[in-house]
């Protein structure tokens, strides 16, 4: 059971958006903590994609964005691409466990 | 190009030791701080270990606390981590990744290394 919860899987068809929830609490995301989101491509190690709440690191196309409300974080996808098709992670900090907690990870498939 | 290259992954049996190795390159090692997380087959990513810049402060989760320790050497640019008392539970790709002090993230990530415990 992840601190963190995000949905198994989502999917879409090439050129649509889709978008992945990551819902927590106060006492990470509530409490003010960013939230921050990885690629892991198959047979890979994970690869950053957002930090703090909304910033994409150098070469991350723009079509990658997210945001961060209350105690949930949202990471959208704009013109999905068959190469966008990997797991997702968001990560925060929790303050009562005094740990980097993660989501769950979601499948993202692109039909 | 900043780089982390993990070694050391291997079959251990159940209740056994392990010690892992992390060589950065490409970047001052000892103005950031080091984690370690891990990935059980099929399954989502775990933060097991953090060690700061200096050393001089050291968390784990509670899942291997007492049984892993984490150091680093900053003359040989690596990171390890010491794997005691291992457990079935503790299969797993394990990834170094680095922290820039003051923030939250993770990056980057090293490639990884298998460690399979099984009799």
């Known amino acids: 059971q992840s601190v963190l919860t995000q949905p198994p899987s989502v999917s879409g068809a090439p050129g649509q958006r889709v978008t992945i929830s990551c819902t927590g609490s106060?006492?990470?995301?509530?409490?003010?903590?960013?939230v921050h989101w990885y690629q892991q491509l198959p047979a890979t190690a994970p690869k950053l994609l957002i930090y703090?709440?909304?910033n994409r690191p150098s070469g991350v196309p723009d079509r990658f964005s997210g945001s961060k409300s209350g105690t949930s974080a949202s990471l959208a996808i704009t013109g999905l691409q068959a190469e966008d098709e990997a797991d997702y992670y968001c990560?925060?900090?929790?303050?009562?466990?005094?740990?980097?907690?993660f989501g769950g990870g979601t499948r993202l498939t692109v039909l | 190009e900043v780089q982390l290259v993990e070694s050391g992954g291997g079959l251990v049996q159940p209740g056994g030791s392990l010690r892992l190795s992390c060589a950065a390159s490409?970047?001052?090692?000892?103005?950031?701080?080091m984690n370690w997380v891990r990935q059980a087959p099929g399954k989502g990513l775990e933060w097991i270990s953090y060690?700061?810049?200096?050393?001089?402060?050291?968390y784990y989760a509670d899942s291997v606390k007492g049984r892993f320790t984490i150091s680093r050497d900053s003359a040989k640019n690596s990171l390890y981590l010491q794997m005691n008392s291992l457990r079935a539970e503790d299969t797993a790709v394990y990834y170094c990744?680095?922290?820039?002090?003051?923030?939250?993230?993770?990056?980057?990530w090293g490639q990884g290394t298998l460690v399979i415990v099984s009799s």
């Open positions: 990744a680095r922290k820039l002090p003051g923030t939250t993230w993770f990056d980057p």
């Open positions: 490409g970047f001052t090692f000892s103005s950031y701080e």
């Open positions: 060690i700061s810049s200096s050393g001089s402060s050291i």
């Open positions: 106060s006492s990470n995301i509530g409490a003010g903590y960013d």
């Open positions: 703090g709440n909304s």
């Open positions: 990560q925060s900090y929790d303050i009562s466990l005094s740990a980097w907690v």
